[in-house]
């Protein structure tokens, strides 16, 4: 399996806090991705980062990517409890079948 | 923003029937669609690869004869458990990209909760 790992595996912060999420792969990317899925629902697409870039920032997400390492963090700055969910990173290889191997997620619990 | 609508959200049925779940893009076409199998706080696996006109492509230890595929058009994926049993007890979630080029993110339907009793 190439799916990735993501740690924690567990989070939960208080509202305003940041919270920060890692996953790391095992071989080489085309581009990585990170989803939003909240409970019993479809995922939700955050921010797509490609192999050529370090950084991406969409609002209060900013996505890393470090290719040499194999890994990529996701932090929410002043999180909210609507923040709640789980989030997961995908990775997406060359050949643009399209297909994405997941990690195994990050359950993320904001308290008010 | 591009929709994907999955119809049913629920199904609850007795071991040994089909099921039948639909993968809609509502405003974009998709040559490709995928299917991913979820269980509870696990992450999603690909089942298979939908394409518009062809066979589906299944990941290794999917049984294609279990999970029929059918993408007859550029809107519409299918996907059919045969002959479910308990143990196709899952969270079944379809995507689609609504661009060919690398870069595309995929736009997820909500998922059907399938229950074999």
């Known amino acids: 399996s190439q799916q990735g790992e993501e740690d924690p595996q567990a989070l939960s912060i208080q509202e305003g806090e940041n919270a920060t999420m890692n996953c790391s792969y095992k071989t080489s990317i085309n581009n990585l991705q990170w989803y939003r899925q909240n409970s019993g629902r479809g995922l939700v697409h955050l921010i797509l980062?490609?192999?050529?870039?370090r950084e991406k920032h969409s609002g209060r997400l900013r996505v890393t990517l470090d290719t040499s390492k194999k890994s990529s963090s996701l932090l929410i700055t002043a999180s909210r409890a609507a923040d709640t969910a789980s989030y997961f990173c995908a990775t997406a290889f060359s050949g643009n079948t399209g297909k994405l191997i997941f990690g195994q997620g990050t359950t993320l619990q904001v308290k008010p | 923003g591009a929709v994907v609508s999955q119809h049913p959200s629920r199904v609850i049925c007795k071991s040994g029937t089909s099921v039948k779940i639909e993968c809609r893009s509502l405003d974009f076409q998709a040559t490709t669609m995928f299917w991913y199998r979820q269980f509870p706080k696990q992450s999603l696996m690909l089942m298979a690869t939908s394409n518009e006109g062809s066979k589906a492509t299944y990941e290794q230890g999917v049984e294609k004869d279990k999970f029929l595929i059918n993408h007859a058009s550029l809107t519409l994926s299918t996907l059919t458990v045969t002959s479910a049993h308990p143990e196709d007890s899952s969270f079944y979630i379809c995507?689609?990209?609504?661009?060919?080029?690398?870069?595309?993110?995929?736009?997820f339907g909500d998922g059907t909760r399938l229950s074999i009793l």
């Open positions: 995507s689609a990209r609504a661009g060919q080029g690398e870069g595309q993110p995929q736009h």
């Open positions: 980062i490609r192999s050529n870039e």
